[in-house]
Each structure stands twice: as C-alpha cells, then as structure tokens.
C-alpha cells in the first residue's frame, strides 16, 4: 500500500529549476477522489526520514524544505527527523525556522515532531537511529541509497535536468525487503 502511495505521490510532484529546487504538489489533484486524498497510508508512520546531502548552493536544502513543508501541510502529524550535512547549519534557520544556527549540531522539538541530526551523528550512533518505514530525499548528487538512511521504502525525487547515477533525471523509489536486499525502481 505505501508502495502505490509513493508512485502515485511521485506522478503527483512537477520539479522545476530555477535558482532554486521548488517541489510543488498540487492541491487540486489531491483533493479529487484518489488514494492520496487523506494521506492515510502515511498517517500511521511515527516517522519519516528526510535526508539532505551537500551542495554549494541552496537547491538541496529548499527541496528537503519543502517536502517537510508539504508533508505537513497535508496532514501527517507523526514525527519528521532530517538528516543533514554540517556545511548547510546555516542555511537550514531561512527554510524551516524551528533550526537554530547557533544551537546544538542535533536539535529536537518535541512541540513540532521535528528534529535535525547531522550526518556524522546519524552514521556514528546507529541504534538511536533504527531501521523505519519511510525516507525522502528532495534532491541528491552523492547516490544515497534505502540502506544509507536506514528506512525500508525510500523516494528519491531528482529536480529535472539534474542527473543521477542511471545517467537519467528521474525518480526513484527503492524498496528493502525483509532479507535486506535492496531493489529499485526509476521512472522518467
């Protein structure tokens, strides 16, 4: 079930490049009668996954923005968790304003369901960070996988003209099954 939920999400998402990565959903196919109308194949998540990777500009970071920002605006209510790199500390307070630069490297907000971990954390601490249902990532140049972020279903979104390791602008879905093997799915 969340399998058909992340293709139809996916069918659902326009990526556009212009400066900035903007991911945009559109409001009015999701209110027609369709499985992604309630959300309730992600509502019963207590955790998403949104991972941010490295990047000299402002792309990366404003696509895991506005996931966060999308995710929320369509109801889910269970807790998000981003994993960051340290260079985008900054620029993370102008796209999602609960982070603060001057604080801690990993900050949790128990009021907004939200916390940041670095990558470094992530990789280092592995049993506070256990395998869950479900992983985003708005954009990525590095290759990242469902077994990097610890998640058992992963949607990759690439910003068209962006191209990833298939040679293709795409997205991707990759699923970890019971065993542990990862398969992937790309659509153009």
């Given at each position: 079930?969340?399998?058909?939920?992340?293709?139809?999400?996916?069918?659902?998402?326009?990526?556009?490049?212009?400066g900035?990565?903007v991911i945009?959903l559109?409001?009015?196919s999701?209110?027609?009668?369709?499985?992604?109308?309630?959300?309730?194949?992600?509502?019963?998540?207590?955790?998403?996954?949104?991972a941010?990777?490295?990047?000299?500009?402002?792309g990366?970071?404003s696509?895991?923005?506005?996931v966060y920002?999308?995710l929320?605006?369509?109801?889910?209510s269970g807790?998000i968790?981003?994993i960051?790199p340290?260079?985008?500390k900054?620029?993370?307070?102008y796209?999602?304003p609960?982070f603060?630069?001057?604080?801690s490297?990993?900050q949790?907000f128990s009021?907004q369901k939200l916390?940041?971990v670095?990558w470094?954390?992530?990789?280092?601490?592995?049993?506070?960070y256990?395998l869950t249902?479900?992983?985003i990532?708005?954009?990525?140049?590095y290759?990242k996988?469902?077994?990097?972020?610890?998640?058992?279903?992963?949607?990759?979104?690439q910003?068209?003209?962006?191209?990833?390791?298939?040679?293709?602008?795409?997205?991707?879905i990759?699923?970890v099954?019971?065993d542990?093997?990862l398969?992937s799915e790309i659509f153009?």
């Amino acid at each position: 079930m969340l399998a058909i939920f992340m293709n139809n999400l996916r069918k659902k998402l326009i990526l556009t490049f212009s400066g900035l990565v903007v991911i945009i959903l559109f409001f009015s196919s999701l209110l027609q009668a369709s499985p992604l109308n309630d959300f309730s194949t992600i509502r019963h998540l207590p955790l998403i996954r949104i991972a941010i990777t490295s990047a000299p500009g402002n792309g990366h970071q404003s696509a895991a923005a506005t996931v966060y920002t999308r995710l929320r605006q369509f109801g889910f209510s269970g807790h998000i968790e981003i994993i960051y790199p340290l260079d985008a500390k900054e620029k993370l307070p102008y796209l999602i304003p609960p982070f603060d630069s001057l604080g801690s490297d990993n900050q949790f907000f128990s009021e907004q369901k939200l916390s940041f971990v670095t990558w470094r954390e992530f990789k280092e601490n592995p049993s506070k960070y256990p395998l869950t249902d479900l992983g985003i990532m708005g954009a990525d140049d590095y290759n990242k996988t469902a077994l990097d972020l610890r998640v058992k279903r992963f949607l990759k979104l690439q910003p068209f003209g962006w191209l990833i390791s298939e040679g293709i602008s795409a997205h991707k879905i990759e699923f970890v099954s019971e065993d542990g093997k990862l398969t992937s799915e790309i659509f153009k």
